[in-house]
């Protein structure tokens, strides 16, 4: 029925921290199976911005609707909308004292109410699709960056969620542990999964964004294609922020 | 380590090796010690013969002629000393045992309500954590039973909490079970001040665990008690558990109070043992003995549970 | 660099009493009972209590015996000596504050123990009397100024026997690290009644017949024996947070064992372990009330004693509240001194 609307509605988001003003009017529409990626400097706002679109930040202005449920203090629609969203966090933040199969078994067991066996069943698969089969019974402090970082992802994909929210994913990993995780969310677009990810890897962006936004002080300054992005940008501040980091 | 290598050096002068000085440490350490407990040693044997009493544990078979006022197990004056002694033993057992699941109940609820949502629940902890941790437990014991259980109205009519419990001075009743004005004020004095402790231990176990953990658990669609219950909680307790181990021991030990209000738990029976007999060195023996078996059954069971909880990472 | 924006936050964002209201206590059904739930007990708690105070209490009982409860049976006359004393700590606990957040010319500050030992001697020859004042027994010295001089006379004596016990119990000797583990270990594993018992029964048994110690200074020992375990483990935990390096680097430039652990190891550990000394100062002063089942009358003796008057007999709730006051604000007064000088310690590190 709302297979035509697009899946995140945010219209001139403000945020303060205390008297800090962290996003002063933010508007983003992301419709269904768009890779959006966001770049900007540290501060710029960014990750605050896409972590309100689950609720782990309140906002206090303007009005935020994913898949049609808007987002304010109604604790059901929050938790509606956090078994729709998926998320991917710079530090992993996978559960230390259960195993990668517990780990990812978790919410759909005790969310979305699944039994144990068919939950270890897609478990298993996602497992499987993440490259990472063989360390279920591992728990996460056995495993390297990358490998965590798969874990987390195939931790949200078993929530079967319609969009998948990356905040950071790979700033925390070392080099040679990046690729793998940027194959992964790569099958991911490829396969049509919505996706808003915060990130700095322009070969990423240029591979599979259908946009690029950059944001600064809390407000979007740039947005295109990533054609447009990285080759006609508008402003003189994604000039200068381009020129930093090619 | 260059001392390993001389050792077969026949120039090194005795106070330059450091062997020697190692041993001589040692043999001075123990010669001092043996000196100490020999002077203490022979006078005690003299103050003992002054007072003409003969070291030895015979007395324990003796009859004890002292009534205890609460048994578990059967016992009359005419029994022994070391019967009486085994009377006050498994009512301090009775005591630490309830009092220990009791405090760890009130001590994870109070320790989750100072980190709640709710500003009232918040500020109601916190009253009760600063109220109960910052007076001595020996004058919450006397308020307790003085000002408390003493006044409270007579068996006749008692006072009615939720329908079941019933509150005299004959003490607390649950249908089915009598818990005399003693055992009642112990157990809700140790239970109430040790759970203060194991609130603010709890606090820190959970706060311990980082904010990241509880957005993914958010992030997954988990409702705040089952994050808690599934994430937070399990991880926090590795926190928890050595600092609650020893407010568990704190218990054990504090439950020795129980001689302010007249509950006969292993050390007043003790000690009015000692005040009929006059036997100070072995009654002090029996009572360092059970306490210290008891301390360290305590400490064994704990570490066995903290082994489960950390071995779980790796 | 983005400059931070500090905007005016729009009125929207600052809580309106009603929204605190709602977002504090209200913002689910389950908070929402639970409010209600707390604020019934805690109304019905707060409405007996102020009618039982205002009404039934008979606070005279306080009022006739204030003199008691704090300096007990000392003798009027010379009172002023105990405001003296308690002129001196008042100044000598600025001073260590100062000297802990590094606040005092250095010299003063290497001299602080020192004097504290000294201090110790006066305040002892203020209470006691002797030399030119005149004698009061320590069976006079009661009510609070019992329960605080016990207190600083004990933790004052454990702190040095702490200090061995816990570089015994780190020592490469093993005799005399068993030594150590063992007096910690059994200590510990007994509760402090037991001790006192000891201390009251067994230290005139093991003493020479010449040698009569009072009450007093019996139960002293018993609290000082005590509360050695306890500071040994804590100043092992300071002694373990020292960095090996700083051993390393000493031992490399020549210093021997004693001056390193002079000189670089002990004054960094103890500084770590002030809290948790100031902690173990705050439960020792609670666990001073023991005494008074071994027939002292410190604050909660002289209320037992208080109680036994026959005008005031039963007025138990009244004596014990007023005494648990005594204690709370002390306590509590303490501990966050103890929880501000945490902050010092954190910023002097930096």
Known sequence: MQEQKPIVIAQDVHKWYGKFHVLRGVSLTV?????????????????????TFNALEEYQKGKIEIDGITLGHDLRNIEAIRREVGMVFQQFNLFPHLTVLQNITLAPIWVRKRSKAKAEETAMQLLERVGILEQAQKYPGQLSGGQQQRVAIARALAMQPKIMLFDEPTSALDPEMVREVLDVMLQ?????????????????????????ILMDSGLIVESGTPDEFFQRPQSERTRQFLSQIL | MSNNQQPNNPKLNLWRDVRFWRFAGQFLAVLIAAIVVAILWGNLNRNLQQLGIQPGFGFLNSQAAFDIGETLISYAPSDTYSRALLVGLVNSLRVMVVGIILTTIVGITAGIARLS??????????????????????LQLLFWYFAVFLTLPKVENPISVLGFIRLSQNGLELPGIQFSPEFSTLLIGITLYTGAFIAEIVRGGIQSVSRGQWEAAASLGLKPGLAMRLVIFPQALRVIIPPLT?????????????????????????????????RAVEVMLLIMTIYLTISLIISLVMNLFNKSVQLKER | MNQPEIDNVPSAVRLSPLGWLRKNLFN????????????????QILRNFLSWAFTNAKWAVVQANFRLFLVGRYPVSQSWRIWIVFGILAIMAGLSWAAIAHKLPSKLNRWLPWIWVIVFAIICWLIGGGSGLTPVSTNLWNGLLLTIFTTIISIGLSFPLGILLALGRQSTLPVVRWFSILYIEIIRGLPLIGILFMAQVMLPLVLPSEIRLDRVLRAIAGLVLFSAAYMAENVRGGLQAVPRGQVE???????NTLLILLFIVLPQALRAVIPAIVGQFIGLFKDTSLLSLFALVELTGISRSILAQPQFLGRYAEVYLFVGLIYWVFCYSMSLASRGLEKELDVGKT
């Open chain 1, 31 to 51: 419709n269904r199976g768009e890779v959006l990626v966001i770049m900007g400097p540290s501060g710029s706002g960014k990750s605050t911005f896409i972590r």
């Open chain 1, 188 to 212: 991911l677009a490829q396969e049509g999964m919505t996706m808003v990810v915060v990130s700095h890897e322009v070969s990423f962006a240029r591979e599979v964004a259908s946009r690029v």
């Open chain 2, 117 to 138: 949502d709710n500003w009232l629940v918040r500020k109601l902890a916190l009253v009760y954590v600063e109220i109960f941790r910052n007076t001595p437990l020996l």
């Open chain 2, 246 to 278: 020893s407010q568990y021991l704190n218990l054990a030990k504090n439950s020795s109070l129980a001689v302010a209000i007249g509950y006969p738990d292993i050390y007043l029976v003790a000690s009015t043992t000692f005040n009929q007999t006059g």
């Open chain 3, 28 to 43: 689910t059904w389950y908070n929402s009972l639970l409010t209600i739930g707390c604020f019934w007990i805690f109304y």
């Open chain 3, 249 to 255: 680097a000493a031992r490399s430039l020549g210093f």
